[in-house]
């Protein structure tokens, strides 16, 4: 395990710090050992998620990198940690405490990135959304070519839902700030000189697609990303004593898991989502999460140039499935070829069990997602009563 | 491409297959021009039965084609039905999108939202401290049009009008309308009937859902939803989110029982039983989107901070979506919609523990409301007003609050022997709900924290009449809400009025008993003779200590304030009542002797008229005597004005700031000083925040306080503070003149902020200057250009200026000071004024 080796280096540092704040109020050995035990389990649970799975008989076992349901374990790993934060923070501590700086600003800071990490799991939720209308462009594809024998017709309307779905996956986020999932293609070009009443209609309703975004027109996952990690400050000697280095941490892993989310799945606006999220290498506790930022930033690398809509690895598959497959429907004449449809009856299969892992996996992970937003809003509740009755003499607001 | 004859009259025939065949090819709008231009539902209805008879017939082939005899032939001529199928799909596909659009016209919601009625949401929010000009006058508005279903209004305008109550609690529900008319919902149905059954279940869902969808957008554009993030609304100032509040209300009722419900029921009608929740597939697909963007706004609103002020708004929000809360649970019945449900009830239930949170922080935030500086002449403190104002507001939402406040308040008990918390004993206020009881307790604290601020007068009559105005001013509150009067009950009531009683009984044993004790008969007579052995001269002196005592009392609690007419007017015929037959019946025996005596009216200053008529100067909050109350008389007179007027919460929060600030720095100084600090600078800062109340960050203040000015050895702490919230006064009125003057502040202060330096030096005076063609150079032309502004300034204002004569004078500059004071406060206070200033300066 990764965090293994690196544990020795982060437990010099702590070492260091003992040294610093030996003076400190009496509690600290205790606290030391908190956040030694936070920081390692913090470093596991992230070591976890990078480890491959025990079962590799199987390239797409369901459980690779950036999967959905890797995604699950990720936003669980988020959920755990937060927990284990909101312990350390709260549990048994007298809120003068935290309402003294420096940690009355950092926790403040850190509220507000919560609240910007609410918006971007509503904006997540949206994107899954559109990742189910893939899904089900998909399964038109799948029902149609799934027949035996594949007849023009079939491949007629497979060719339609084909091609809804390249284009709803080829998301252009910068100009077109939602994917273009939901509009099927008319099935012909244009309509005619009796329609000029449609006409109108039909631009009307070219404009509305971004009703499936929650978030406001301007806003930017990337914007908003940049916002949250701006001013996650490194603590300095003097502050890294008691929960400074927790909210720091904390911070970083919801930074982390947010960032990932966002590549991951569709959002609105994301160019430059890599510029703006940089961990610090010397913590031990960040090991794991660097080298998984590093893993999706060359993914990410990579499918910005094709504009993608996102790095899920199923997406990444379907898209790819859609394209041989239109292949397969322009060049398809009927009776067509065994071995043709031999290979077509395979992507299809696969295209299948796509979408039958999506059809099991996207519902559980918004329910956690939405999870993740119920949990920050609840923590925030506390901290900022907490912070409240800290204030001794609160003037009416 | 005319039909042949023959099957146009075909309506109830079956068409064979060939020809079936043959009119599908003929509408594949991939192949000809004709197909492409028109739509078969927008024309003939002999039309649209015969391609959908085709398609019946092909799809009944398609079945029957199974057990046709050779293999090969069956393969291609599964081919070529599957093919015709296929295009007929894409046909109906095509026109059912097309029927849809043609019948997507958003719903006329304007009206509902900008009728007349609407109108009256527009005056701004509560002001505590403008008493009972309540916002109920919004909720009597909204009950209008209640109750009467058959007034002649279409069914939109009728949901909306009976859907609401007071406070936004409402009864009524869903009111479907017929999104498109009913004979496009059978075309719409028969085709959705073919193709589902030709597998294309899917399609539909997705064509259906994706015009609906924009549909839906429109709607919402035309209720002015607006889609905002959780952080933009964080950001909004509150006041601006109580105006969308009113409105996402308004718009929300609307969605729920008129867009979302109607959306239901033309899923229904379309897909009804064609195959299993279809319809409600449809529906989540149009829906979902809408409303989860529809209750993103109430989900941001009931996890912003809390803070007293938003009470109102969040109960308002709290009751509208409980009212909705039965609708929205029927129109999102369906398993795949209860993650709607679900995130509705959260909502509540956060905007629940929001109130719960509020209504604690406002007890706590009463308890430890720390100003310590006396209001000045024992008047109501401003807390008090607000205290009450608050409860008698929340009362209003009393049957929500009785039902959400479960939880007794967190008291200290009577032996806890805790000092900063008082007691309250429960047992007698059994059958009390729980919110009866906080408020009971809001007022134990109110009182507790006003006994803790009497403390710091230091006569102690004058505390004493503190306590009663205070203790007064809440029973009256309580009397005049009779929401508040029905909770508080006459229990606790009559115990209030036992306590002002008491404190006015001990005001006047403590100012009183001393006055009276020189009118008793001992130690007057001589020892040993009877009738006329009278002491002459213990006689005189003993006048002349009543006179001295009754002048001294009279000229200081004419100052004094009762701001209640008839409880000032009980406490002056009490006063009377011991006072005058006292002095009448010791002026009859005593009078004679003095009258014998040399110059009697030395002695006997007073006639019993004269007592009665002064008696009637008390309590009047007159500056009557002595420079003091010279300056008293101008400032807090018209700041009683202005409290009367328009007070808001952050105005209390940065004038206790300042207050106290101000008076830290004067203790230092002299006595005048104080005297001047107390009466001027606090009274005139009170006044002059609320001009910038809105535009008041408290960091600035933070900042203003750093920059600390050392000029003639004093220490003046505030000075950047000063400048700070002139600066914003200025910006706030942008009164030319304003600036001006800013630039003759910024020669006296010389703040050590080198950017405001700069500001005040370069561009105020050179605007002067261009302005007026003088220089402001000398004290002459800052005289002239003094007296020619003063006349361009609002009443309000020259308190301002009255500060920057006290601030002058800190400063050592005397001359200044006198500038100044001929200027401004001459013209407005009156010569008698400046006389008594000078006076004490002199002194």
């Known amino acids: 395990m990764p965090a293994t080796e690196n544990q020795p280096s982060f437990l010099g540092r702590i070492s260091i710090r003992r040294n610093q704040i030996i003076a400190m109020d009496g509690n600290h050995e205790q606290e030391l050992e908190d956040l030694e035990l936070f920081q390692r389990h913090i470093g596991d649970r992230f070591a976890e998620l990078t480890s491959p799975p025990d079962n590799q008989d199987s390239p797409f076992s369901g459980e690779s990198f950036l999967s959905i349901s890797w995604l699950r374990k990720l936003v669980d790993v988020l959920l755990c940690c937060e927990a284990e934060f909101k312990a350390a923070l709260i549990m048994g501590r007298d809120p003068s405490q935290i309402s003294k700086p420096p940690l009355d600003r950092l926790l403040s800071d850190y509220m507000e990135r919560a609240v910007k990490a609410l918006d971007i799991c509503n904006a997540v939720t949206g994107g899954v959304d559109s990742i189910r209308e893939c899904q089900k462009l998909a399964e038109i594809v799948v029902s149609a070519l799934e027949q035996k024998p594949i007849g023009d017709g079939q491949v007629k309307r497979a060719k339609k839902a084909l091609s809804a779905l390249m284009s709803a996956s080829a998301i252009d986020d910068k100009e077109n700030n939602h994917p273009r999932y939901a509009e099927r293609t008319w099935s012909f070009g244009r309509r005619g000189n009796n329609s000029g009443g449609n006409h109108k209609d039909r631009t009307n309703h070219g404009s509305f697609r971004s009703l499936s975004m929650v978030v406001a027109k301007n806003w930017s996952a990337a914007k908003q990303i940049q916002a949250m990690s701006s001013n996650l400050a490194v603590p300095r000697g003097g502050e890294s004593t008691g929960l400074v280095q927790p909210v720091y941490i904390m911070s970083n892993v919801m930074v982390f898991v947010m960032w990932a989310l966002v590549a991951a799945i569709p959002c609105q606006e994301r160019s430059g989502l890599l510029t703006h999220f940089q961990i610090p290498k010397q913590f031990g506790w960040a090991h794991a999460i660097i080298g998984m930022q590093e893993k999706i930033g060359e993914e990410w690398k990579r499918k910005e140039k094709k504009g993608s809509a996102g790095l899920l690895e199923e997406v990444q598959r379907m898209e790819k499935l859609g394209q041989s497959l239109i292949e397969f429907a322009d060049g398809f004449q009927f009776p067509a070829e065994d071995e043709k449809l031999e290979e077509a009856a395979a992507q299809v299969a696969e295209l299948a069990e796509i979408c039958q892992r999506m059809e099991e996996g996207l519902l559980p992970l918004q329910q956690q997602i939405r999870e993740v937003f119920h949990r920050i809003v609840r923590s925030r509740r506390e901290v900022l009563d907490l912070l409240d009755h800290g204030k001794v003499s609160q003037p009416i607001i | ?843």
């Open chain 2, 1 to 843: 491409m005319e039909p042949p004859e023959n099957y146009s009259t075909a309506t109830s025939f079956s068409v064979p297959f060939e020809d079936a065949h043959e009119i599908i090819l003929r509408w594949d709008s991939t192949a000809s021009e004709e197909a492409r231009e028109r739509m078969i539902f927008d024309g003939d209805r002999q039309e649209v039965d015969l391609y959908l008879q085709a398609v019946d017939e092909i799809q009944k082939s398609m079945s029957s084609t199974s057990i046709s005899s050779d293999h090969h032939d069956q393969d291609s001529n599964d081919n070529r039905v599957n093919s015709a199928i296929q295009i007929a799909m894409a046909r109906l596909e095509d026109e059912f999108r097309n029927i849809l659009i043609n019948h997507t016209s958003p719903v006329e919601v304007d009206s509902l939202i900008i009728s007349g009625r609407a109108s009256s949401y527009s005056s701004s929010s509560w002001n505590l401290f403008t008493s009972s000009a309540r916002s109920s006058a919004e909720f009597d508005q909204e009950e209008f049009g209640g109750g009467d279903h058959d007034d002649g209004l279409d069914p939109i305008q009728r949901a909306d009008s009976t859907n609401s109550s007071s406070s936004y609690r409402s009864t009524s529900s869903i009111r479907e309308i017929d999104l498109i008319p009913q004979e496009a919902v059978a075309d719409l149905q028969s085709i959705a009937k073919r193709m589902i059954s030709a597998g294309c279940l899917r399609e539909c869902i997705q064509v259906y859902g994706s015009v609906r969808k924009s549909a839906m957008d429109a709607s919402f554009r035309r209720l002015g939803i607006e889609k905002l993030s959780i952080g933009d609304i964080q950001r909004l100032e509150w006041e601006t989110l109580e105006t969308r509040i009113r409105r996402w209300i308004r718009a929300a009722k609307v969605c729920v029982r008129i867009l979302f419900a109607s959306e239901k029921k033309l899923c229904e009608e379309i897909f009804y039983g064609i195959g299993t929740s279809i319809d409600d597939a449809c529906f989540m697909e149009t829906v979902r989107g809408p409303a989860i963007q529809l209750f993103n706004f109430a989900e941001a609103i009931s996890i912003s901070r809390r803070s007293p002020e938003k009470m109102f708004k969040i109960l308002d929000l709290h009751d509208a979506l409980m009212g909705m809360l039965p609708d929205i649970d029927v129109v999102f019945e369906s398993k795949s919609s209860d993650s709607i449900r679900v995130q509705a009830a959260e909502i509540l239930s956060r905007l629940t523990e929001a109130v719960r949170g509020i209504l604690s922080e406002f007890e706590s935030a009463v308890l430890r409301e720390p100003s310590r500086v006396a209001v000045p002449g024992g008047t109501i403190h401003p807390l008090t007003r607000y205290v009450m104002n608050y409860i008698s507001l929340i009362s209003d939402y009393k049957q929500t609050l009785i039902e959400l406040i479960m939880s007794k308040p967190s008291t200290g008990s009577r032996y806890s022997g805790d000092p900063t918390t008082p007691d309250m004993e429960f047992a007698e206020l059994e059958g009390k709900t729980p919110f009866a009881l906080h408020l009971i307790w809001i007022i134990v604290i109110l009182q507790f924290n006003l006994e803790g601020k009497s403390k710091h007068y230091k006569d102690a009559s004058l505390a004493h009449l503190f306590m009663m105005n205070n203790v007064h001013y809440i029973v009256q509150k309580v009397k005049g809400s009779p929401e508040l009067r029905e909770m508080i009950g006459d229990d606790y009531l009559r115990k209030l009025t036992g306590k002002f009683r008491q404190a006015a009984t001990s005001y006047q044993r403590a100012t009183w008993v001393s006055v009276l004790y020189c009118l008793r008969d001992e130690g007057l007579h001589i020892s040993g003779s009877f009738s006329s052995g009278v002491s002459k001269s213990a006689l005189r002196e003993r006048f002349k200590t009543f006179n001295a005592m009754f002048e001294e009392v009279h000229r200081t609690q004419a100052t004094w304030l009762i701001p209640d007419s008839q409880l000032r007017e009980e406490l002056r015929i009490s006063i009377s009542e011991k006072l005058i037959p006292a002095y009448r019946s010791f002026l009859g025996r005593f009078r004679s002797h003095i009258e014998s005596g040399k110059h009697p009216e030395n002695y006997i200053k007073y006639s019993v008229e004269d007592l009665e008529s002064a008696v009637l100067d008390f309590f009047e909050g007159y500056p009557c005597l002595g420079d003091a109350m010279l300056l008293n008389k101008g400032l807090p007179c018209a700041l009683q004005l202005f409290c009367a007027s328009s007070v808001n919460l952050p105005w209390i929060r940065t004038s206790r700031v300042l207050w106290e600030d101000k008076l830290d720095g004067a203790a230092s100084t002299s006595p005048l000083q104080q005297v001047l600090c107390h009466l001027m600078i606090v009274p005139l800062i009170r006044f002059c925040l609320p001009l910038i109340s809105i535009k008041l960050v408290p960091n600035r203040f933070q900042a203003g306080f750093k920059v600390a000015l050392t000029i003639c050895g004093f220490k003046f702490r505030l000075g950047g503070a000063c400048y700070e919230f002139l600066l914003d006064i200025a910006n706030s009125l942008h009164v030319g003149v304003w600036t001006q003057m800013l630039s003759l502040e910024g020669v006296v202060f010389l703040p050590a902020d080198p950017e405001v330096h700069r500001f005040t030096l370069s561009s105020l005076q050179m605007r002067y200057a261009t302005q007026t063609g003088l220089y402001p150079s000398g004290k002459r032309v800052l005289a002239s250009f003094s007296s020619r502004v003063l006349y361009g300034i609002t009443g309000q204002l020259i308190l301002k200026l009255a500060e920057m004569v006290e601030t002058s004078y800190h400063l050592g500059l005397e001359l200044f000071f006198e500038i100044w004071l001929e200027t401004f406060l001459g013209a407005f206070l009156g010569v008698l004024l400046i006389d008594g200033i000078r006076k004490r300066l002199g002194s």
